[in-house]
């Protein structure tokens, strides 16, 4: 099991496992659930979990597209449901998983999120969850400002990981295609997960970026993320109609 690795590998036996699918609103309630009722302090949160787009458009149980519920909305409601504990132990932070693969989308149509009127692809389902992950982390600084808690985002470089793998077992052609030369070249140029974690850790514990929040990184360094990326009134709306679509209630709202 995986905690019996961390555990020989680091020596320490306080290693916990927990389960959560962030695709499933009533499992990242749950999971939400369990920290506050156990946990006293919590100063790192990481939301790390990413799947690629799916063959065809899916639904997670909530209806929404399943890459955005995996990649964005599971970890918005967790972060918010985790915010008063987060709060209450700072100094803290807030590390959200984006990707390089967000400079892809140029616009997004904050009344679309999941893809119903406009055609669906995988590529552009994981680019705008990616996108979304910064925006989050923008407005959630403006809104944490002054509290001790920092958030950032960051792409984590190309690593060799399964991420792509998954999809290559998928039934359509292009698909197969489009993840097998995906496949290659985090095989051929990607880091190994322990180089590709390096920024997460960075952004977690450095005395560096203690004070830093909102900004988006890689390889350990502040970086540039598209315009959009940057745009704070997209950001704004993309908060507003993010908490209607995970049903965050008024007294879960911790900012
Ligand atoms: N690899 C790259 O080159 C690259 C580049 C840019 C960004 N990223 C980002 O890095 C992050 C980690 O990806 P990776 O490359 O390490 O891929 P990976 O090896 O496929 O790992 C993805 C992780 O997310 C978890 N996960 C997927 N769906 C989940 C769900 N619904 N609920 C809970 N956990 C779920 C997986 O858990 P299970 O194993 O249990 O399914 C796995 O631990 C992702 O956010 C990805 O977008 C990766």
Known sequence: ??????????????????????????????????????????????????????????????????????NYYGHFLLTNLLLELLKKSAPSRIINVSSAAHLFTRNINIKDLNFEKKSYGAFSAYSQSKLCNILFS??????????????????????????FLKEERTRSLPIKVICHLLNIIVKVAGKDSELGAQTIIHLA???????VSGK???????????????????????????????QLRPSEMYY
């Open 138 to 163: 923008l407005e959630l600084s403006k809104k944490l400002r002054g509290s001790g808690v920092m958030v950032n985002s960051l792409h984590p470089g190309t690593v060799s990981t399964e991420i």
């Open 216 to 246: 988006y990184f890689e390889d350990c360094k502040e970086v540039g993320s598209s315009w959009l990326a940057q745009d704070k009134a997209v950001a704004k709306s993309l908060w507003e109609i993010s908490e209607v679509d995970v």
């Open 205 to 211: 514990v450095s005395e560096k970026v203690e004070q």
């Open 1 to 70: 099991m995986v905690a019996d690795e961390i555990m020989s590998a680091t020596g320490n036996k306080e290693v916990l496992v927990r389960k959560l699918d962030t695709a499933d609103l009533q499992s990242v309630r749950s999971f939400a659930q369990g920290i506050l009722e156990t946990e006293e302090a919590l100063h790192i949160l990481v939301n790390n979990a990413g799947m690629y787009g799916t063959e065809e458009r899916e639904v997670s149980p909530d209806g929404l597209e399943i890459t955005m519920a995996t």
